[in-house]
């Protein structure tokens, strides 16, 4: 799997040679074998730097995996991406990775590909070594088949009420003018909103946007923002 080539993505910290030639030689060593050699099993691989789970570099494959050129998923962060787990456990798992608590993990995940359909993958992050710390991480992601239906899918519909509200929301809208526009008061506004952060599981309005945007809830190109209907219950 040719994991090294696209290191030089990694942030500017890593732009000199010596440490990406080291962070690349360290992170072929900490591929397992059998992922390396699963290629034809469907693994795909990316990178992200040690500052949080944004996408640094991926192959075509990966970024393919959820209807993105490599170029559109660069900069997109990864748990924004995925329907499954939660981010919040999804970021815990990361921040100990990146802060030396851990080395590795593997995750049960859930994605939307291009078409809109689910699939689910075992996710591993493995922690990339430099000479002067922690480098970036490899991430692999494996698919192991179509979702199951049985999995919560609370994230995939809204109510014909709240994906007004999430479109204002993205769109940018105050609480005072979404009252306004689906003649509600402000406390049914922010009730509402209250509610999609803790369905999506944001800490806050631009994180909630983000979230719905990697899900692929809006239709693209479009403006003011739509929830697209498949969204819509």
């Known amino acids: 799997m040719a994991t090294t ?10 732009s000199s040679p010596g440490p990406r030639k080291a962070a690349a030689d360290s992170a072929a060593q900490a591929v397992p074998q059998d992922a390396r050699d699963s290629r034809r099993r469907r693994t795909y691989t990316t990178h992200a730097s040690t500052r949080g789970t944004t996408v640094a570099a991926a192959e075509e494959e990966f970024a393919g995996a959820f209807g993105l050129s490599p170029g559109a998923i660069c900069g997109r962060d990864l748990c924004d991406l995925l329907l499954a787990p939660p981010p919040a456990s999804l970021r815990r798992r990361f921040t100990d990775l990146t802060e030396g608590r851990s080395n590795r993990f593997t995750e049960r995940v859930t994605g939307r590909d ?22 970036g991480l490899v991430i692999l992601l494996r698919h192991i088949g179509d979702a199951d239906p049985a999995e919560p899918s609370g994230l995939q519909t809204l109510s014909e009420i709240d994906a007004r509200v999430l479109e204002g929301v993205a769109g940018g809208a105050s609480t005072v003018q979404l009252a306004s526009r689906l003649y509600m008061s402000r406390q049914g506004v922010e009730y509402r909103v209250g509610r999609l952060l803790r369905r999506f599981d944001a800490p806050n309005r631009p994180a909630l946007v983000a979230r719905a945007h990697g899900l692929g809830m809006f239709a693209m190109g479009q403006w003011p923002p739509c929830v697209l209907p498949d969204f819509v219950e």
């Open 5 to 14: 080539s696209s290191t030089a993505s990694f942030p500017s910290s890593l």
């Open 114 to 135: 291009g078409a809109g359909r689910t699939f689910s993958a075992n996710l591993t992050a493995i922690a990339v070594a430099g000479p002067d710390g922690p480098a």
